[in-house]
């Protein structure tokens, strides 16, 4: 079945490092690719989305491009603040299911 | 203007009690969604409506049952709560099924004791 892994955290930075934080999915068919962020105390955020291969997905300084020969979607960012701080979900859709998957989710933590 | 909002937002309750959830989205989506969120943050989807009409119905005890009035509501109801029900539950709609990205709540915090 369709699948979403993405790297264990929690992912400890300094603000203004560069972020990778790695996903890679298992899908049948074209899915829609998705990086939700939730804040603390606070729902999911749909953070950026692509939607077939090669697409380029970007909101907020973070970007993901949908590489399909490597069946991945790394969000990445140049330069991280505190207010980054959050959980990040890497998620599918649009697959051969009717729901969207999403990933266990990574802990971001950034320090002044 | 909330575009999902859940109410209530926390819900203290004991054990054996029965509680209801309410969903409503003013986006004109034609799918709801109920998730839940262990204290590890992983999300499982419990149910899904297309419609008023049940789409997904996943292993989730028969002590959970949703309903659909209309396409604008879900609402989630739980009988007989044990401890492991504790969880943040997630509503959630979208336009189509998953293919567009979803609109969440902001979740209610379930804490049986």
């Known amino acids: 079945g369709d699948s979403v892994t993405q790297m264990e955290g929690p992912v400890t930075l300094s603000e203004e490092a560069f972020l990778t934080i790695n996903c890679t999915y298992t899908a049948t068919g074209y899915p829609s690719l998705f990086w939700y962020v939730q804040y603390p105390g606070e729902g999911l955020q749909l953070l950026l989305k692509?939607?077939?291969?090669?697409d380029k997905g970007s909101n907020k300084g973070f970007e993901a491009t949908y590489r399909k020969e490597t069946t991945s979607f790394h969000l990445e960012k140049g330069s991280v603040q505190v207010s980054d701080s959050a959980v990040y979900f890497c998620?599918?859709?649009?697959?051969?299911?009717?729901?969207?998957?999403f990933g266990s989710g990574t802990r971001l933590s950034i320090r002044p | 203007d909330t575009a999902v909002s859940q109410t209530p937002k926390y819900l203290v309750t004991q054990m054996g009690n029965d509680k209801s959830i309410k969903c409503e989205q003013n986006l004109g989506h034609d799918t709801m969604y109920w998730y839940k969120q262990d204290s590890k943050k992983f999300l499982k989807i419990m149910f899904s409506?297309?419609?008023?009409?049940?789409?997904i119905n996943e292993t989730v005890p028969n002590r959970f049952s949703p309903k659909s009035p209309d396409k604008a509501h879900l609402n989630l109801h739980i009988n007989s709560l044990e401890l492991g029900d504790s969880a943040v539950y997630f509503c959630?709609?979208?336009?189509?099924?998953?293919?567009?990205?979803?609109?969440f709540g902001s979740g209610t915090r379930l804490t049986v004791v």
């Open positions: 959630a709609s979208s336009p189509q099924r998953g293919e567009y990205g979803y609109t």
């Open positions: 692509a939607t077939k291969a090669d």
């Open positions: 409506y297309n419609n008023k009409e049940l789409i």
């Open positions: 998620a599918l859709g649009g697959s051969s299911a009717s729901k969207i998957i």
